[in-house]
């Protein structure tokens, strides 16, 4: 049964040298197939042993109580494992990201599949505005891997029964053409991100002339940790465009710009909130 999520809730209280030490000590012996090693790697623990283990031992206080619930914890594979401790250990103690930090051990040790190095250097590289808005996005579609999926089907359902629905009820017009399309594309602007899609553009024909799409590369989503994430491999960017009728038994091109989950992004998100 998938484990819920930390709550993203941060701690003020400062631990003491001892409980620093026990988490630290309880960390190293959850990674036993390295902690055990010898010669570099050994020296390797050592050093998060004593210079990083402020991190370590926050990170693994926030995932120990679901760790406890596993009933058959899988051996982290020294290939995600140390990258793991290397980058972990890094991480600011503040950080919101110290969170994903645990609940990725916890996926990590629940679900072997979980164990990819690539997630490890995922949140390496975040920051706390890519966390937020992973967090923001991957809440609004309720979590659900299935949402990331069929983008052209969803948005042409979307736009070609609303406008058929104007086509059918009415003397096709320009008028109404223009006015079917408008109230289209702010309603897919609204219903979109709870599908796993967010627009940025796109274009459609009204008075023979291309017209703009709204786009949420703005408030309230961060443009900026958007185009990180797509860097990152986390979302991507595709055009989704088709034909839709046009007034007097014409058809025009309608075309949209969108950011979604990449398959490995999808899979990052619900490794990270198992």
Not at 44 to 55: N, V
Not at 153 to 159: H, L, P, T
Not at 241 to 263: A, S
Request: aromatic content about 10%; proline content about 5%.
């Amino acid at each position: 049964m998938p484990l819920p999520p930390l709550p993203l809730v941060k701690l003020d209280i400062k631990m003491s040298e001892e409980t620093t030490d026990k988490f630290v000590n309880a960390a190293l012996d959850v990674i036993s197939p390295i902690r055990h090693g010898i010669g570099l790697i050994g020296d390797q623990i050592q050093f998060y042993r004593l210079y990083r283990k402020e991190a370590l031992a926050k990170i693994y206080s926030r995932a120990e109580p679901r760790i406890t619930k596993i009933e058959k914890r899988a051996d982290l594979s020294p290939k995600f494992g140390l990258p793991y401790l290397e980058k972990a250990s890094a991480e600011d103690i503040d950080s919101e990201l110290v969170d994903w930090w645990a609940n990725l051990l916890v996926s990590a040790l629940a679900n072997k599949d979980h164990q990819r190095p690539l997630f490890v250097d995922f949140i390496s590289k975040m920051t706390s505005a890519e966390a937020n808005f992973l967090e923001k996005f991957w809440s609004t579609i309720g979590g659900d891997k299935s949402a990331t999926d069929n983008h052209f089907e969803f948005i042409s359902k979307f736009v070609q029964s609303r406008h058929l629905a104007a086509v059918t009820s009415n003397e096709f017009t320009s008028e109404i053409y223009e006015s079917s399309v408008r109230v289209i594309c702010q309603e897919l602007f609204e219903h979109s991100p709870q599908n796993g899609i967010l627009l940025a553009g796109g274009r459609y024909v009204t008075n023979g002339e291309k017209s703009g799409i709204p786009s949420h590369l703005g408030k309230p989503w961060d443009k900026t940790a958007i185009e990180t994430c797509i860097i990152l491999g986390l979302l991507k960017r595709e055009t989704v465009g088709f034909e839709i009728l046009g007034p007097y038994i014409t058809t025009h091109y309608f075309d949209c710009d969108i950011v979604c989950f990449t398959q490995i992004g999808a899979d990052f998100m619900t490794a990270c909130h198992e």
